[in-house]
């Protein structure tokens, strides 16, 4: 979907205030001149000097907030804004600026109350709509980064009126209808907007995503279809290609996926997913070679992280896995920050650094419980570390969430260790049962059934394990 930011902040641009500077005086000439030419630390300098002694200059404040924003100082500028509001409240500009600053540091509530202030003083001046546009394009993103999505349908419904063939203005509101549910509403504007240049793509994207909404794909393809015809920039062509692929399986969806990534390396999105596809059907070499596309033009991804890590642990490239999986957690959240915690942890103990594979799978299983392979490694490792009672308790809960012969031997391995007999043989004898084949569950059997003082199971035990060739139990067969 297309990402609406704020329009730059507005020039001073109606008569100064009484109490303001005279705007011939050299030190704010001089303020203002670095300013246009960029030297934005002189410039803020300059205007807290000239403040120092007129802290009334509504210009004075005005390039002070200026230069900090452009400094990246938001909070600084807010506070200048803020000033300008206090000095002439009536002023546009003041609160537009305010707003626009309000919304760099993630306070939409604030910023849409100041930019609706910035409209009501604008309309009560009488301003040029064109001088008044941007704070309605700011407003409807601020409501919208509210998720009040019918708000600012309704009030872009009544904006529209002033500026009837508005494309910003007119997508927002198809994009609200949409997201408001309201698709119905959503569709006309749409559809105006394929007619308009360099505002199809995003036009049609939105189309697609409402005739899905409505379990209409087809539908959806045919429309991405028309538009694709007509598409001849590669980056824009790869946009339409990814949506359609989300409409698509089989062999078809990686085509395109293919093409996307071709016509548009820097399209992440494109390569990472035709990864994901590749890695679940068991290609994990083809993943990873597309999953490289996707972190060379995303490298602090964490969803591209991630999926490197799991390539690489597919092919048991253990130090590889385990650097990304690290690099991923890092950054990741909730589940994927789970699976990455998992991958590391992995990683860890398959290179034997076991305090490092608890630490990293302890924080897995906190974030998602219901993981089996972070609690099977998180047992594992613990068993290596001579803790045998916590192996025991990770490994039950391994083996309730995704039961496996190899998770059963390995608890029976730690109920051995702590000399709990009848459950040891108990998941052992479920472990040979559901896996003949192990040959050290059968070895451990034996010592379980030895225990239980019934040695001619336990010597059955270990012939079979000698069988399958475990040598340890040649000395106990008689």
């Given at each position: 979907m297309k990402q609406f930011v704020l329009a730059c902040f507005l020039a001073l641009s109606v008569g100064l205030a009484q109490q303001d500077i005279a705007p011939d005086s050299p030190a704010l000439k001089a303020a203002q001149a670095a300013l246009e030419a960029g030297r934005n630390e002189e410039a803020a300098t300059a205007f807290e000097e000239i403040l120092a002694t007129n802290y009334t200059s509504y210009s004075a404040h005005f390039g002070l907030g200026l230069a900090l924003y452009?400094?990246?100082?938001?909070?600084?500028?807010?506070?200048?804004?803020?000033?300008?509001?206090?000095?002439?409240?009536?002023?546009?500009e003041g609160w537009y600026n305010l707003g626009v600053t309000l919304e760099r540091l993630g306070q939409p509530a604030e910023s849409a109350k100041a930019l609706s202030t910035a409209l009501d003083v604008g309309n009560k001046a009488k301003l040029e709509p064109e001088a008044l546009r941007p704070a309605y394009l700011g407003l409807a993103k601020a409501l919208r980064d509210q998720g009040q999505y019918d708000k600012v349908a309704d009030f872009l419904q009544e904006a529209i009126k002033k500026y009837p063939s508005d494309p910003d203005l007119t997508y927002l509101m198809a994009e609200s209808f949409y997201r408001a549910g309201r698709p119905l509403e959503a569709l006309p504007p749409a559809y105006s907007l394929l007619m308009v240049e360099n505002m199809k793509v995003n036009a049609v994207l939105l189309v697609a995503d409402i005739y899905f909404a409505q379990d209409l794909p087809e539908r959806a393809v045919r429309e991405l279809d028309r538009v694709l015809q007509t598409v001849t920039e590669p980056a824009s062509r790869a946009q339409l290609l990814l949506k359609k692929s989300t409409l698509v399986s089989g062999k078809a969806k990686l085509d395109i996926l293919a093409e996307a990534a071709r016509l548009d390396p820097r399209l992440w999105q494109a390569s990472y997913n035709l990864g994901i596809i590749k890695l679940q059907a068991g290609d994990a070499k083809g993943a990873l070679e597309a999953l490289k596309a996707a972190?060379?033009?995303?490298?602090?991804?964490?969803?591209?992280?991630?999926?490197?890590?799991?390539?690489?642990?597919?092919?048991?490239?253990?130090?590889?896995?385990?650097?990304?999986?690290?690099?991923?957690?890092?950054?990741?959240?909730g589940g994927d920050k789970a699976d990455a915690l998992t991958i590391q942890g992995k990683s860890?103990?398959?290179?034997?650094?076991?305090e490092d594979a608890n630490s990293a799978l302890s924080q897995a299983v906190v974030i998602k419980p219901t993981s089996g392979s972070a609690w099977l490694y998180l047992g594992l490792s613990q068993y290596a570390l001579a803790d045998y009672r916590g192996a025991a308790g990770s490994l039950e809960k391994a083996l309730n969430l995704e039961p496996s012969s190899s998770t059963a031997a390995n608890l029976g391995a730690a109920y051995l260790a702590l000399k709990m007999f009848p459950d040891a043989e108990r998941v052992l004898t479920y472990a040979t049962t559901k896996d003949s084949s192990n040959a050290v569950a059968w070895y451990n059997l034996g010592w379980a059934l030895r225990s239980l003082a019934r040695e001619t199971e336990a010597q059955r035990a270990w012939r079979r394990a000698l069988e399958l060739g475990y040598a340890p139990a040649r000395s106990l067969v008689r």
């Open positions: 452009r400094l990246g100082d938001f909070k600084g500028a807010r506070f200048e804004f803020t000033q300008l509001t206090q000095l002439a409240p009536g002023r546009f972190y060379a033009s995303a490298p602090e991804e964490p969803k591209v992280l991630l999926g490197m890590a799991s390539a690489y642990d597919r092919l048991g490239q253990a130090a590889e896995a385990g650097r990304y999986a690290s690099l991923a957690a890092s950054s990741a959240q860890a103990y398959t290179q034997r650094k076991f």
